[in-house]
């Protein structure tokens, strides 16, 4: 059959034109839909928890939820990104890489031993500043780490070998079986943070054991892996990731910090309004998880003009649903607070757009950060972090009200990282373009570079 000349080739062919002007990563759509269902799980629980346990009890866990996601994926998410770029790495030049899993897998538990032990040492000043006096708060967070340990290592395995199926049904699971435990409790009628602490922190780890149950040959064998394969930009990433982090979840700490006695119930009234505005966030985890690989295979075969192309492309794509959710907060946020959690948490339109713009531009400086790290720029990654965390701290302490000051820091900061890191990028990228003056200016057709 002639190409062209029948329907089924038609189709491929125009198959093959969307896929190549998607500007999305292969498997974004896969771990868009375990996102999409954790997400919508995610509001379901806070809602519940809220709820059930009023504004004041559900502040201690509040901070604990943004405590979590600051140390958790703050510490862990670079084991990741290193595991998924090194495996895309080796399996674009056909290598097996059990032993890769296997070094990534000791140095996780390294870090688990040493974040634990930091916690148990500071146990008395979280209890007392941060966890209320409850014991099970702490015992959630330790559980927490732990699981979100092998969580980190699993998806950067799975991502970099471009099996995207187990990835996103991790997303699927997490918040499920929060919201089934608190449905749980709700129905025994505990009324204190403590259960539903400890419920936030198991989750992770069931979470991941359901989804590996049906993949296999994750840790193929092949040549040693040195120790400088994965570990020697892993500094640098773990500091670009705990200052990410940070600027991503410092804002319900600052509030519990700064609050004086009077506004000491505002930290769950401020997680109530960051986790509306923060949509586009979670949904943008699906690029973000598909996107160093990928970025990180095309800067590993040479193919710096494609990277360009590709990068400026979901560039548009992330403002554009930035954009979207600055308006989308300011018009119906209001209504979704009211809805999922209740009058008693009720912020104004200016209070979310602040917030919706603070995760637009930081979408933007992790997309642009994942770019550097697929150039091996991941010290410049550090460094453009570190410039916005600055910032939100400078901007935080020059304001006066509890949540403008700390709404304007994170925009502020988010912002002044998205411009640093963008600058940085662009400098890596236009320097390996000079350095390889004839590489693809369009997609070769005769090549396939996945995921």
């Given at each position: ?35 999409v ?8 629980f ?36 290193e595991?998924?770029?090194?495996l ?33 040492v ?17 015992v ?17 395995t ?18 499920s079986?929060?919201?089934a ?12 943070a ?16 359901l ?24 500094g ?22 700064l ?73 119906l ?8 959690f209740?009058d008693?948490?009720?912020?104004d ?15 933007v ?17 550090a460094?453009?972090?570190l ?5 939100f ?24 990282a998205?411009?640093v ?10 320097g390996?373009?000079?350095?390889h ?15």
């Open positions: 059959m002639k190409a062209g000349g029948g329907p089924r080739a038609r189709f491929a062919a125009l198959t093959e034109r969307l896929g190549e002007r998607n500007p999305l990563p292969a498997g974004t759509l896969t771990v868009g839909g375990g996102l269902v954790n997400g919508i799980m995610s509001y379901v806070l809602g519940l928890a809220a709820r059930t346990l009023g504004v004041d009890a559900f502040g201690p866990l509040s901070v604990l939820w943004a405590l979590i996601y600051l140390v958790g994926p703050g510490f862990f998410l670079p084991l990741e990104q595991v998924s770029r090194s895309a790495n080796r399996r674009a030049r056909g290598v097996g890489g059990g032993p890769l899993v296997r070094q990534a897998g000791m140095l996780g538990a390294a870090l688990v031993a040493a974040l634990v032990a930091v916690t148990l500071g146990a008395p000043l979280l209890l007392d500043h941060l966890f209320d006096d409850q014991v099970l708060i702490l959630g967070f330790v559980l927490a780490i732990v699981g979100y340990s092998a969580v980190h290592l699993a998806r950067g799975l991502a970099g070998l471009g099996r995207f199926r187990g990835y996103a049904l991790f997303f699927v699971y997490e918040n079986l929060r919201v435990a608190a449905v749980v409790l709700a129905l025994l009628g505990v009324d204190n403590g259960p539903y602490a400890v419920a936030v922190g198991l989750a992770p780890g069931v979470a991941i054991g989804a590996l149950l049906g993949e296999h040959d994750l840790a193929s064998e092949g040549p040693p892996a040195p120790w400088g394969e994965l570990g020697a930009a892993l640098s990433l773990l500091a670009a990731s705990v200052l990410t982090a940070f600027l991503l979840y410092a804002g319900v700490l600052a509030v519990e910090l609050a004086d006695e009077s506004e000491s119930d505002q930290a769950g009234v401020f997680l109530a309004g960051l986790a509306v505005a923060r949509v586009p966030v979670f949904l943008f985890q699906a690029v973000q998880a598909a996107l160093l690989p990928k970025l990180s295979a095309l800067a590993g075969a040479g193919r710096f003009h494609e990277f360009g192309d590709r990068l400026r492309r979901l560039l548009a794509a992330v403002g554009l649903i930035g954009g979207i959710g600055v308006v989308g907060a300011a018009l946020g209001p209504f979704l607070i009211d809805i999922l209740g008693a948490f009720a912020l339109r200016v209070d979310l757009a602040l917030l919706a713009l603070s995760s637009a531009a930081f979408m400086a992790v997309a642009l950060g994942q770019a550097l790290i697929a150039l091996e720029g991941q010290s410049r990654v460094l453009g972090w410039v916005g965390v600055l910032a701290l400078g901007i935080t302490a020059a304001g006066e009200d509890l949540f403008l000051r700390v709404e304007s820091g994170l925009a502020g900061g988010s912002a002044v998205a411009v890191i963008g600058v940085l990028a662009r400098q890596r990228l236009h390996r373009l000079r350095a003056p004839h590489t693809l200016t369009t997609i070769d057709r005769t090549t396939t570079i996945e995921p």
